[in-house]
Each structure stands twice: as structure tokens, then as C-alpha cells.
């Protein structure tokens, strides 16, 4: 059944670095990639810019891959989609005058909460939240299971990933980052880790683990400060690089054997890259952090060594990490954390992404 194209106003506030706009961006890329009409509202744009080089922070209006991006304060003054989809970005709380302005004009209203795996999510997908207004709203959370809206994915990701896997890495790294190929001669034997955490990790028994391993190792710092406790030490050789846009990051995770990654938006692309992974999740007051990640340990299931390294890491503990990362990638607990990578990869795949999710439930309620 073919359907008419539906408009979105896609409102982002920028508040977890650079993980609030990586995930509307990603979200309004599928959209538009679907055929849809699509503007994207966001606070911040040079954080925005950061991620997506060829935006011009400045602009007042425009254009790129489809998606029309505008400045937060310009929606003050400009009118809801008629019979279209308004979707408040993680709670974001859309500009009053917008708001009043969305009653009589046929939209739907869409609250597009943060990604988690604790179970309660599954029971609070697609429930309404009634408004004065009396503006259908609805919460969508995305997820890992079918009962919830799932994860943002390109049709054509795996596949990438899959050919990338069959160049040369060092002579991707090099294409990649620009440094010179000298910094990336890798040896058969080498361990490639991409390092990209909050300034709170702990870096110290990072450095300590990665510095003791008879297995050489480089490590990739993304960004634009090196941190101070990281240097080169028995066979761990730091490599800082550029910051990489976002379009290119699936190739930076896809050269590594092990990603260290924070926040949502790079946790679903290291998920996808089908290798081993460490996400520090965002910091919560009263540590409801750890909560949510003791929720995704359980739903990922990772061996046990893994699943105590990635503890380790979101407590801050310096001697935990010292030991645990040493054991995790001792075998066999290397080979069971690498299997279960891409076994977890292949069942998520199996579910529509979390784009599609929400445009046929859109659909279904306009």
C-alpha cells in the first residue's frame, strides 16, 4: 500500500554532549531517507555542526540529505505541520507558543524518550498522555525487543560493515583519520581499541590494564585533548586523531576490535558494528545510571568477564578496570565476548528499525 508523505517537526535540546543531537539527526535522516517531510528544530546547532561538517551554523534555513534544519527560537514563530507529526526529542518541552498553536491542526504529538533496556519500558511504549490541548500525545521509547520501538538502523549498515571487513585496516584508519600510514602499520597481532568516554572514566587503570598486556595494542582518542594520565607504555601505543563526523563513524568502530563508547546514539552504532563494546553510561543523580545499565547487561546477556569489566568501568573503580579488562580479553572469555557480539547484532537486526517503528505508528494514529 503506498501512503502520502507525512510532516515532522523534530524539536532537539542539546543536553548530553553531543548524543541528543547525534540521535535526531540520525532519526531525521531515516525520515526523510523514508520519504517523509522533515524539519528538525534543535537549540544548538553548533554542536550540531560538529557532528554533520557541511552545516552551516549560522544559516537561518537549510537544507541537507533531506531534512530541513532550523534554528530552536525560529518555531516560536512559525506553525505546526497540518495533519502532520510534532516530536518532542527526550522531553524536551516544545516552545509555548508552538504549542498552543498546535491545537485545531490535526497533529499528533509524539514524546521520544531516551533509549533503555529496563522492562518497565516495554509496558509504557505507545501509551497516550493526555494534553489540555487536546492534541493526541504519545510516548515512544526506543528498545531492544519488540515491544518497543527498537533501534535506528540503516537498510544497507550490516552490509557496510561486512565490506569494510574485507579491506585493509590500516590503510582505512589511514583514510579515515589522515594521519599518516606510518601511525596505523598494524601487525597481524595487533589490538585496535577506540577509546571515546566522558572526562569521569577511569582512565588510570585503563592506561595501567592495556599497558601490561603481552599483546601490543593501539589505542584511538578521538577528540580534541589528549587526556594527561594516557601515554605510550610497554606495547600500548596511543594514537590521538580527529574528531570524526558522524557519517564516518560506523568506519572508525568497524576498524577496531574493541570500542569503548558512551551515551545512546554511539552505543546503538557500536551495537551494529559486531564487536566487543564498553558503554559508560550517562551519569544520573542518587547513580540511576546503574540501574539502567545493570537492565542492558542483563537484556545483552555478555559473558560473565565482560559484563564485570563494563561495571567496573561506569563505577569510576581504577583497580577493578586494572583487572578485569586483562581477563575479559584473556581466552576463552575473548571468543565468547566476540561470538555473543554478533549474535546479539544479528537478533536485533531481525526487528524493524526504530524509524520505520515510528512512522507506521504515526500511521496508525493520525
Not at 511504549?125 to 540503516?154: C, D, I
Not at 585533548?225 to 563513524?249: E, K, Y
Not at 572508525?252 to 558512551?262: I, K
Not at 542483563?298 to 568477564?305: G, M, T, Y
Request: proline residues 7%; contains cysteine; negative net charge.
Amino acid at each position: 500500500m503506498i501512503h502520502p508523505a507525512l510532516s515532522f517537526d523534530l524539536f532537539c535540546r542539546v543536553v548530553d554532549n553531543f548524543g541528543d543531537a547525534g540521535v535526531c539527526w540520525r532519526l531525521a535522516q531515516r525520515l526523510a531517507a523514508l520519504g517523509q517531510s522533515v524539519r528538525l528544530w534543535i537549540d544548538r546547532p553548533a554542536v550540531l555542526a560538529r557532528l554533520l561538517p557541511a552545516l552551516d551554523e549560522q544559516a537561518a534555513k537549510q537544507t541537507l540529505d533531506g531534512v530541513q534544519i532550523r534554528p530552536w527560537h525560529q518555531a516560536e514563530h512559525t506553525a505546526p505541520p497540518q495533519g502532520g507529526v510534532v516530536i518532542e526529542a527526550f522531553a524536551c518541552n516544545l516552545p509555548a507558543t508552538y504549542q498552543a498553536a498546535m491545537a485545531g491542526r490535526g497533529c499528533l504529538w509524539i514524546n521520544l524518550e531516551y533509549l533503555s533496556a529496563e522492562p518497565w519500558v516495554e509496558g509504557c511504549h505507545g501509551l497516550p498522555s493526555p494534553q489540555a490541548n487536546g492534541v493526541p500525545k504519545f510516548f515512544f521509547f526506543p528498545g531492544f525487543t519488540p515491544a518497543t520501538g527498537g533501534l535506528l538502523r540503516e537498510p544497507d549498515l550490516l552490509v557496510r560493515h561486512e565490506a569494510a571487513q574485507a579491506q585493509d585496516r590500516s590503510a582505512r584508519l589511514h583514510a579515515l583519520t589522515g594521519l599518516s600510514d606510518a601511525r596505523f602499520a598494524l601487525d597481524g597481532n595487533e589490538l585496535v581499541i577506540l577509546l571515546f568516554c566522558y572526562a569521569d572514566a577511569p582512565l588510570a587503570g585503563l592506561q595501567a590494564a592495556l599497558a601490561g598486556l603481552e599483546r601490543p595494542v593501539r589505542l584511538l582518542v578521538p577528540g580534541d585533548r589528549l587526556p594527561a594520565v594516557l601515554r605510550d607504555q610497554g606495547g600500548l601505543r596511543i594514537v590521538p586523531m580527529p574528531f570524526v563526523p558522524q557519517a564516518r563513524f560506523d568506519e572508525l568502530l568497524g576498524c577496531c576490535d574493541l570500542n569503548f563508547v558512551r551515551g545512546e546514539d554511539s552505543l546503538v552504532r557500536a551495537i551494529w558494528a559486531g564487536a566487543p563494546l564498553v558503554w559508560q553510561v550517562y551519569r544520573q543523580a542518587g547513580d540511576a545510571h546503574l540501574d539502567k545499565l545493570e537492565a542492558w547487561l542483563d537484556r545483552a546477556d555478555w559473558p560473565p568477564l565482560a559484563a564485570e569489566l563494563i561495571r567496573a568501568w561506569n563505577r569510576q573503580d581504577d583497580d577493578a578496570v586494572a583487572s578485569a579488562l586483562p581477563a575479559a580479553l584473556q581466552e576463552p572469555a575473548w571468543s565468547g565476548w566476540r561470538t555473543r557480539s554478533r549474535a546479539w547484532r544479528a537478533e536485533q537486526a531481525t526487528r524493524p528499525d526504530l524509524a520505520r517503528n515510528l512512522l507506521d505508528f504515526c500511521r496508525q494514529h493520525l
